[in-house]
Nanobody
Framework: QLVESGGGLVQAGGSLTLSCSVS????????MAWYRQAPGKERELVAE???????NYADSAKGRFTISTDNRRNTVTLHMSSLKPEDTGVYYC?????????????WGQGTQVTVSS
């Protein structure tokens, strides 16, 4: 229900935009986010956007990454600039819904981002 695209190989200092296509109603979603998992490391939050539009970023992403949603196109986008080799990893799209039975979580399959030095 979440499908990422836009990953690839980019040189340090370059830019890349990731997109996540969402097949569930955007209006039923509580939060959407992008996570990153670097080789040998745990998955970590990169950026999130909460219903209402507030955003949060990892310290490493502040000033360089921007998360946004398009409710008409049912997408969430992560624009990344001034990329660094340490941004390398598999990027996962995340969404959750707050249901009567509890929180329903969705993950995409991930897209690889490689930043060369």
């Amino acid at each position: 229900q979440l499908v990422e695209s836009g990953g690839g190989l980019v040189q340090a200092g370059g830019s890349l935009t990731l997109s996540c296509s969402v097949s569930i109603s955007m209006y039923s979603i509580n939060a959407m986010a992008w996570y990153r998992q670097a080789p040998g490391k745990e998955r970590e939050l990169v950026a999130e956007i909460i219903s209402g539009g507030s955003t949060n970023y990892a310290d490493s992403a502040k000033g360089r990454f921007t998360i946004s949603t398009d409710n008409r196109r049912n997408t969430v986008t992560l624009h990344m600039s001034s990329l660094k080799p340490e941004d390398t990893g598999v990027y996962y799209c995340y969404a959750d819904q707050l249901l009567a039975a509890g929180r329903q979580v969705y993950w995409g399959q991930g897209t690889q981002v490689t930043v060369s030095s």
